[in-house]
């Protein structure tokens, strides 16, 4: 999304003599960027500014490449304490969880069950970095019931596991590719291809005519 965006300070950014943004407490430039483009051409900014949210700030554009980032007004920027279960309790996951649930229409994003749900981190970032539980984007969740929540970090533990085998180079083609797939292709037929790959030239054959046959329609 940032693309070759930067950072810059605000006595950094004073020291550009630029018009606006003078007032913030950091500037992002973003210029050539997704986000530049998502920001200023009607692009869906509501997880953007969710995520900003959730680190106690808002944001306002000064050039169409520039954005300034201000604290919100009694935000609490003190590093919190206790255990991971206690930092579930704080207002500011219980907002954030509740987002997860209503963005699933209240149903689990795995089974569909219409359950007591649990909002799910996908991914956690470099334990140094120190994020809370709350300063994650939407996209890094997933609503889900009881059952689905406990089979899937077992699920998440093999493909950790899976990724160790795999260079970065290798993980980085698997992603791209299988998102390309995905999005053409229904997921079923995707891992049914996937698992025929072998020996059997009949299999594989039947596997890339079921493929075909559910392809996503073009323009």
């Given at each position: 999304?940032?693309?070759?965006?930067?950072?810059?300070?605000?006595?950094?950014?004073?020291?550009?003599?630029?018009?606006?943004?003078?007032?913030?407490?950091?500037?992002?430039?973003?210029?050539?960027?997704?986000?530049?483009?998502?920001?200023?051409?009607g692009g869906d900014t509501s997880e953007f500014d969710d995520l900003i949210d959730s680190f106690g700030f808002s944001y306002a554009l000064g050039h169409?490449?520039?954005?300034?980032?201000?604290?919100?007004?009694?935000?609490?920027?003190?590093?919190?304490v206790g255990t991971y279960g206690q930092k579930l309790r704080d207002p500011r996951w219980r907002r954030k969880a509740q987002m997860v649930k209503d963005?699933?229409?209240?149903?689990?994003?795995?089974?569909?069950?219409?359950?007591?749900?649990?909002?799910?981190?996908?991914?956690?970032?470099?334990?140094?970095?120190?994020?809370?539980?709350?300063?994650?984007?939407?996209?890094?969740?997933?609503?889900?019931?009881?059952?689905?929540?406990?089979?899937?970090?077992?699920?998440?533990?093999?493909?950790?596991?899976?990724?160790?085998?795999?260079?970065?180079?290798?993980?980085?083609?698997?992603?791209?590719?299988?998102?390309?797939?995905?999005?053409?292709?229904?997921?079923?037929?995707?891992?049914?291809?996937?698992?025929?790959?072998?020996?059997?030239?009949?299999?594989?054959?039947?596997?890339?005519?079921?493929?075909?046959?559910?392809?996503?329609?073009?323009?």
């Open positions: 999304m940032l693309g070759d965006a930067e950072f810059y300070t605000i006595e950094q950014w004073k020291a550009r003599d630029e018009d606006y943004l003078n007032y913030s407490l950091l500037v992002l430039v973003i210029d050539g960027s997704t986000l530049h483009t998502m920001l200023n051409f169409s490449w520039s954005m300034g980032f201000y604290p919100l007004d009694g935000y609490n920027f003190s590093a919190t963005r699933s229409d209240h149903a689990c994003q795995d089974c569909g069950a219409k359950a007591p749900l649990e909002a799910h981190h996908c991914y956690y970032a470099d334990l140094r970095e120190g994020f809370e539980p709350w300063e994650y984007p939407l996209s890094a969740f997933r609503a889900l019931c009881r059952s689905c929540h406990q089979a899937r970090d077992r699920t998440e533990i093999r493909v950790r596991a899976f990724a160790a085998s795999r260079t970065q180079v290798e993980l980085e083609d698997l992603i791209q590719s299988l998102g390309h797939a995905f999005y053409w292709y229904p997921p079923a037929a995707v891992s049914k291809f996937l698992d025929a790959l072998g020996p059997d030239e009949k299999h594989i054959r039947a596997a890339v005519a079921e493929l075909r046959s559910g392809r996503a329609e073009t323009d």
